[in-house]
């Protein structure tokens, strides 16, 4: 794929960026070099491989799911909130 100012100009209305004209040459040239090495991935031979979702043997590791039980931070923030009750903001009501 080649990159030129055409396609550049594409890319500034799909992304909603303005590229000034003094950078527009090396941002071509910074694209064109993205793309050649992406195309290189494609000449790898991967058909040997099997597509996997992890590179830890046996999945995730899970660990235990305790609650945090220290309400200092908790108290620390309500502290600063214009209006608390029962350890939780309280906000106008925005539904009727």
């Known amino acids: 794929m080649k990159i030129d100012n055409n396609l550049l100009k ?4 799909l ?9 527009r040459e090396g941002v071509i040239a910074q694209l064109s070099e993205i793309v050649e090495f992406v195309e290189n ?11 996997t979702f992890t590179t830890v043997a046996g999945g995730t590791p899970m660990r235990d799911d305790i609650p945090n039980v220290d309400a200092s931070v908790r ?7 214009p209006q608390s009750e029962n350890g939780f903001f309280v906000v106008p009501k925005i539904i009727e």
């Open 41 to 51: 991935l494609n000449e790898l031979d991967l058909d040997s491989e099997e597509a």
């Open 75 to 81: 108290d620390i923030i309500l502290k600063h909130a």
């Open 10 to 13: 594409k890319l500034e209305i």
């Open 15 to 23: 992304s909603a960026l303005e590229i000034s004209e003094e950078k």
